[in-house]
């Protein structure tokens, strides 16, 4: 099948090095070799998060099983937690709260515009809350949050600091043990370059303290990671049969990660954030986040009304690029282009290219 330059918000296009490994033959998960991988592959996730003091994990499972688990962990019924609510991201977060008994504020912000620390200092001060949820990057509004010093006012009124970094962890700084945050989790799809269905959490050693001091009340059983440490600490343990091939390939990501660089990599993705924005700038068309808030790993695109699909297929037809449509109410008139993983500069300017002569033939 013919290579497309997949451009979605995740996944990415796999190096041929990853694809290499996912054709091996199948082993077990018992079997020493992928024992070993697999541990590396906890070492090297701890590396991208910089996770180099609290507990790591890495399960089978999306990112929104890491949302799930950083909430079994967090809260029990009846406890008050704030979510910073900017987009499509923030809303699952509410809404896996509600699943969890919590009691939900939520501070929004208005399409396209992020999480203000001060708003969330004011509300923290007016009540008590367990847990401050943000999303770094919400796929949804492409929006990026500041989330170092959303971090700061959660632990400063004494709350759980968590964050979603599943659009940014590989592509844009998120330093868990800078930031000190309780919990940050991604997944394999995005800016990591490996294929999707694995879940990667970095959680503090006063998290999981919280968690064995509640023990039986975690009201989760998949996603209670009590249960996965003893398989991090020792993968010959069995808690659920891991997705091999994928694991196997997410190392090989995480090991060409390492090659490359962590800074290295944020700078290359901040790079090409910037030809793209302002590629599509220079074309007068409006980006939908504000300026100084633009994630590096996705940008949000309007077009005029309706226009969205016909430059959507534009794209993959003539150019062989995938890019995604707005979600909900904004399907038809919002793009979603996807440049983090292994997106080279010459592919930032091919895109370029390519969507300006989409938005020419058809109006954006
Ligand atoms: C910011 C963010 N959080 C959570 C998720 C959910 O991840 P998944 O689709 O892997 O379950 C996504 C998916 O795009 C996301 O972008």
Redesign the pocket.
């Given at each position: 099948m013919e290579e497309r330059l997949l451009m979605v918000?995740?996944p990415t296009n796999l190096s041929k090095r990853v694809r290499e490994v996912l054709s091996r033959p199948q082993v077990g998960h018992t079997d020493p070799d992928f024992v070993k991988n697999f541990s590396e592959t906890v070492q090297l996730a701890r590396n991208v998060f910089r996770n180099s003091k609290g507990h790591q994990f890495v399960f089978t499972g999306?990112?929104?099983?890491?949302?799930e688990a950083a909430v079994a962990a967090a809260v029990e019924p009846g406890d008050s937690v704030l979510v910073l609510n900017t987009g499509y991201?923030g809303q699952?977060m509410v809404d896996i709260n509600k699943c969890y008994g919590a009691g939900v504020e939520e501070l929004g912000a208005a399409f396209g515009c992020h999480a203000d620390p001060d708003a969330v200092r004011k509300k923290l001060a007016a009540g008590r809350f367990k847990a401050v949820y943000v999303?770094?990057?919400?796929?949804g509004t492409t929006v990026c949050n500041p989330i170092a010093d959303i971090v700061r006012e959660a632990k400063s009124a004494g709350a759980l600091a968590i964050v979603?970094g599943?659009?940014s962890v590989g592509g844009i700084e998120l330093d868990f043990d800078r930031i000190g945050a309780d919990i940050a989790f991604t997944?394999s799809?995005?800016a990591l370059g490996a294929p999707?269905g694995a879940v990667l959490i970095a959680v503090s050693n006063d998290l999981m303290a919280q968690l064995e001091a509640k023990k039986d009340r975690v009201r989760t059983y998949y996603a209670n990671l009590l249960r996965w440490r003893a398989v991090m600490d020792d993968p010959r343990t069995y808690f659920a049969t891991p997705a091999v091939q994928l694991m196997q390939a997410l190392n090989q990501a995480l090991k060409e990660l390492e090659e490359e660089g962590l800074e290295k990599r944020w700078a290359r993705h901040k790079g090409n954030a910037k030809t793209i924005r302002d590629g599509i700038e220079s074309s007068r068309i409006k980006l939908v986040v504000e300026a100084g808030y633009r994630a590096d790993t996705v940008t949000g695109v309007w077009t005029d009304a309706g226009a969205a699909p016909a430059i959507q297929k534009s794209l993959r037809e003539e150019h062989g690029i995938d890019v995604a449509r707005g979600l909900g109410e904004n399907n038809a008139k919002m793009l979603r282009v996807g440049h983090f993983g292994n997106l080279t500069e010459a592919q930032a300017r091919f895109f370029v290219d390519s969507f300006i002569q989409s938005c020419k033939s058809k109006p954006a």
């Open positions: 918000p995740g999306t990112g929104t099983v890491g949302m991201f699952r999303t770094h990057v919400d796929t979603d599943v659009c997944g799809q995005k999707p």
